[in-house]
């Protein structure tokens, strides 16, 4: 898949567990790249998509998350999202 962020394409990809080196996901922002475990549950590889989008998001704005700051707002981000089903749309067309 392709997300833009910060008006760069990035390409999120599922990768074989070798390419991997025991890490869920890994981010690379001048490679434009976001490799996921492709081993992991689909909860792991939800989870993981967007706390590699959260480190891309980090890096292009600069505002110097550390990696337990990224882990924290990741869980939040996806609660939010599941206990709110819809939110997106009614935010955006409110």
């Known amino acids: 898949m392709e997300i833009k962020i910060s008006g760069i394409n990035f390409q999120m990809q599922d990768k074989e567990p070798e390419k991997m080196n025991g890490l ?3 981010a690379m922002f001048n490679a434009q790249e976001m490799w996921i475990n492709a081993s992991s549950t689909q909860q792991t590889k939800i989870i993981a998509r ?4 959260i480190h891309m998001m ?3 704005y600069g505002t110097k998350l550390t990696e ?3 882990t924290i707002f990741t869980h939040a981000l996806v609660a939010l999202l599941r206990d709110n ?5 009614q935010i955006n067309n409110d």
């Open 58 to 60: 980090d890096r292009a």
């Open 68 to 70: 337990e700051q990224v």
């Open 85 to 89: 089903e819809g939110i997106v749309d």
């Open 24 to 26: 869920v996901g890994m």
């Open 50 to 53: 967007w706390h590699e989008i």
